[in-house]
Nanobody, 123 residues
Framework: QKQLVESGGGLVQPGGSLRLSCAAS????????MGWVRQAPGKEREVVSC????????YYADSVKGRFTISLDNAENTVHLQMNSLKSEDTAVYYC????????????????WGQGTQVTVSS
């Protein structure tokens, strides 16, 4: 059974940092691209970052470039999202998702989803 479990969300002040983790089970990550997708209240889901495990290619949304970093821990079958210099507009539920197509920014292309973790940036 394929499963993605996120952790690491929480409340942080503007300018602070959080590290999200996504533990994958039932997957051979080499065959997938892993993405972080967020959904803010009243807004559509958007892909903020993605990494193709097979070749290491990455994507970052313009809104997070230079602040967020996606990485893999192959030994732990885990994907991380390091989020620095957080802003109030980063407040959202963050989902880990997987697809077999590569680095894609269309959320409907992702096949498997975690349950999401809340990130709130507020003073």
């Amino acid at each position: 059974q394929k499963q993605l479990v996120e952790s690491g969300g929480g409340l942080v002040q503007p300018g602070g940092s959080l590290r999200l983790s996504c533990a994958a089970s039932g997957f051979i990550l080499d065959y997938y691209a892993m993405g972080w997708v967020r959904q803010a209240p009243g807004k559509e889901r958007e892909v903020v970052s993605c990494i193709d495990v097979s070749d290491g290619s990455t994507y970052y949304a313009d809104s997070v470039k230079g602040r967020f970093t996606i990485s893999l821990d192959n030994a732990e079958n885990t994907v991380h999202l390091q989020m620095n210099s957080l802003k109030s507009e980063d407040t959202a539920v963050y989902y880990c998702a997987a697809n077999r197509l590569g680095v894609v920014v269309t959320t409907t292309r992702y096949e498997y989803w975690g349950q999401g973790t809340q990130v709130t940036v507020s003073s």
